[in-house]
């Protein structure tokens, strides 16, 4: 059994409150109520030529334009909590800096993110970046399918930054990632078609991919900057830097990206109905910068590839329901013009098996035992019932490993490796019991998912995996799964019966 390495460990670092940054830009924060700096990383006299001493405590109305300060004050004093772009001019010794801030409020504070704008990397106008967006645009939004909007944003993202690979990274319901799109350069290692473990992008990691557009790293071997002062004067404790780009990578991070041979990488996020759906993750094997018009340009496109991936599930998830919808009501009908429902259930046009997606059912109520299709025999029916009554389940059952939850399910797997329940009356051992039999499934992992972590002697310090290659698993005992769709119709379905059932036995008594 794969070690579950994302729940049991790498799940709970606290990688927001990291309190370092990375050397490409600087971090001030500010009090909201005043603007006066609290806590600054201390890269500040490299790049605007103050101490620390100099910067903390003061307002940062006594480093800036004053007309800068006032559309500081009025875009926060507004109550914004948007990550706002702004420029800044900083005039130290005569010399003049211009600078990006990109700034959002924190609870009591107004964290800035400050990145010097260097002629060299922001020579694009308006019409070069809204003509990448457009064009990117333009070939996502003509995919027919996710299969194709994953090559065609893998395909535009490599085009518009030049990386050495670009991936499309989708996640499975146990947060296993599996490339699903690539496109690199020659000399490059292939991961198309590999599944990597949830514990490559643990759950902390994946929430703060959730709540920000991108997150990019150019240099691997840069230095982390901390925050002085350490504890955040107003909240006395770290500061939270869950939506900071600037925020600092963890060593075990660093150590993967220097097992993968990359130097810098930059990955940005695919949301559907809210929940993170997967990535985009981009390597090069030198140092890369992108400039904040860049990255703006692709946090604008995650969120078209985000509607365009969302539209095309949604559609197919609405043809499927509407297509079991239309079993669910033929059956329906059915069991209302029978006298004995289980009749409606197994015969005619439409039959429980269409419901439930399997050829094999079973109807058993206490000693009636009906059957459709290769079933258990009626003696480890009977065991199954039993353990049910046990289990006390009110609502539809499902699982695709029955041996793994039912110590006797290890003798059906043939047949029955994967099982749905519906309760119509357990007190009295009435279920109709779907099953699926054994698929057995080869799965090509990017290296050892059980070697996903190494620890040191003392068990606290570890390190990632060193190698990618294609690592082969044989998955046995393991039906396909029921969809979320079938899940519902099916509860939909049983509470129907259920329904029925008692007008029966009302009418009965």
């Not at 070690?3 to 924060?29: E, H, R, T, W």
């Not at 790049?47 to 009025?74: H, P, W, Y």
């Not at 009908?333 to 098996?353: C, M, R, S």
């Not at 199954?384 to 059906?412: P, R």
């Amino acid at each position: 059994m794969q070690k579950n390495f994302d729940a049991a460990f790498c799940g709970s670092l606290p990688l927001n409150f990291i309190n370092q940054v990375q050397p490409y830009g600087m971090l001030v924060v500010l009090q909201k109520s005043n603007l006066q700096v609290v806590q600054v990383s201390q890269n500040v006299e490299q790049m605007l030529g103050i101490t620390v001493d100099e910067i903390l405590g003061r307002s940062f109305s006594d480093f800036i334009t004053a007309e800068q300060f006032q559309k500081l004050q009025e875009l926060f004093g507004s109550g914004t909590t948007e990550k706002i772009p702004l420029t800044f001019t900083f005039e130290r010794s005569r010399k003049t800096k211009q600078f990006l801030g990109i700034s959002h409020a924190a609870e009591d504070m107004l964290i800035m993110e400050l990145e010097e704008i260097r002629s060299e990397v922001n020579d694009s106008s308006f019409l070069d970046v809204y003509q990448e967006l457009k064009q990117g645009m333009a070939v996502i939004n003509n995919a027919k399918s996710v299969e194709e909007v994953c090559q065609a944003t893998a395909e535009e993202f490599r085009r518009i930054a030049g990386f050495d690979k670009v991936m499309v990274y989708g996640f499975d319901e146990q947060w296993n990632g599996t490339v699903l799109a690539e496109v690199k350069a020659e000399g490059m290692e292939t991961y198309m078609g590999l599944r990597f473990p949830a514990s490559d992008i643990p759950k902390q990691a994946r929430e703060l991919y959730r709540r920000n557009a991108y997150r990019q790293i150019p240099n691997r071997e840069y230095p982390p900057v901390k925050l002085v002062p350490v504890i955040n004067p107003v909240t006395e404790s770290f500061t939270d830097l869950a939506y900071c780009n600037l925020r600092s990578v963890p060593a075990v991070h660093l150590e993967y990206l220097k097992n993968m041979g990359v130097m810098a990488s930059m990955s940005i996020r695919i949301v559907k109905d809210g929940q993170l759906w997967g990535l985009i993750a981009c390597h090069h094997r030198f140092p890369k910068f992108l400039n904040y018009e860049v990255c703006s340009v692709f946090e604008l496109l995650s969120g078209i590839v985000s509607q365009k991936i969302s539209m095309l599930e949604n559609e197919k998830e609405l043809s499927y329901t509407t297509y079991l919808k239309g079993v669910q009501s033929a059956l329906v009908e059915q069991v209302y013009q029978q006298d004995e429902y289980v009749k409606g259930l197994l015969n005619g046009d439409n039959t429980i098996a269409d419901l439930l997606q399997t050829e094999n059912v079973v109807f058993i109520d206490g000693e009636k035992i009906v059957t459709k299709g290769d079933v258990p025999p009626r003696s480890v029916l009977e065991e199954i019932v039993m353990w049910l009554q046990g289990l006390d389940i009110k609502t539809v059952y499902h699982t695709t490993n029955l041996s793994e939850v039912y110590d006797a399910g290890s003798q059906i797997t043939g047949i029955a490796s994967g099982m749905i329940v519906l309760p119509i009356n357990p007190g009295r051992g009435c279920y109709i019991l779907g099953f699926r039999p054994e698929v057995i499934q080869i799965v090509d992992w990017g290296g050892n998912p059980n070697e996903a972590i190494h620890f040191e002697e003392d068990r606290k310090n570890y390190h990632p995996r060193n190698s990618f290659g294609i690592w082969k698993e044989t998955v046995k005992n393991t039906s396909l799964p029921w969809t979320k769709e079938e899940i519902s119709v099916a509860e939909s379905f049983r509470n129907v019966l259920v329904e029925f059932s008692l007008k029966k036995l009302s009418a009965l008594s």
